[in-house]
């Protein structure tokens, strides 16, 4: 099945900064790469997502790098703030597995003010 | 809209127990998907139920159940429960109606403690 591996497992920022979070998968037919942020005592929130026919894609501050040839997928923070301290987690999802996602280990990020 | 509920929000059981866990999703939302949150093994997939249908499972044993009600409100039940079954359970609901890959958006989760 589908493996996916997250670095790092823990980052600390100064804030203003950026963050960048990378993830490695194994099955190159997986097609679909969400972020999800979550926060202490809540569910996952998605954050950003991108699919294989695009290299990259930006939301703000936010931006998510896509390369299928060597399999692996970054999330950029720029300008880090402090309420963007939170445990971030990379997923991949395949056409055939219907709406299952495959996590990454997570990585905990604290923005120091 | 109202986003994700789940309900109850705590559970504390004792082993060889059994447990039924709560979702409704977002209003419109037909598809649920469930997830197992522990800090040993992270989040893994469940399963996943789509008109009343078990889409899509996880590799879990068989005391870990679901089903889906017309409404597309759904359940989980973990049968015999033993200490490791102490975790988050997630649940996400997504339209359903592209079959894969949807954006999915997660409830705040109950979390299980088996003693």
């Known amino acids: 099945g589908e493996n996916v591996e997250q670095h790092p497992s823990t980052l600390s920022v100064q804030e203003g900064d950026s963050a960048v979070i990378k993830c490695t998968y194994s099955?190159?037919?997986?097609?679909?790469f969400p972020w999800y942020k979550q926060e202490l005592g809540k569910g996952p929130q998605l954050i950003i997502d991108?699919?294989?026919?695009?290299g990259e894609k930006k939301d703000q501050r936010i931006a998510v790098t896509l390369n299928k040839t060597a399999k692996h997928f970054s999330l950029h923070i720029t300008e880090t703030q402090p309420e963007d301290s939170a445990v971030y987690f990379c997923a991949v999802g395949h056409k055939a597995a219907g709406n299952k996602l495959t996590f990454g280990g997570g990585t905990r990020v604290l923005v120091k003010p | 809209k109202a986003g994700v509920t789940q309900t109850p929000r705590y559970l504390i059981k004792t082993r060889g127990q059994q447990v039924t866990l709560s979702c409704s999703p977002i209003?419109?939302?037909?598809?649920v998907s469930w997830y197992q949150q522990t800090p040993g093994q992270g989040l893994q997939f469940l399963f996943e139920?789509?008109?009343?249908?078990?889409?899509n499972k996880g590799n879990f044993p068989g005391r870990f159940s679901g089903r889906q009600f017309s409404n597309s409100r759904s359940e989980m039940n973990v049968s015999t429960l033993e200490l490791g079954d102490s975790a988050l359970y997630l649940c996400?609901?997504?339209?359903?109606?592209?079959?894969?890959?949807?954006?999915?958006?997660f409830g705040p989760g109950t979390r299980l403690l088996v003693l």
């Open positions: 099955d190159s037919a997986s097609n679909y």
């Open positions: 139920y789509f008109s009343e249908t078990q889409r």
């Open positions: 209003s419109g939302h037909r598809s």
């Open positions: 991108i699919r294989s026919n695009v």
């Open positions: 996400a609901s997504s339209p359903g109606l592209a079959g894969a890959q949807e954006t999915q958006y």
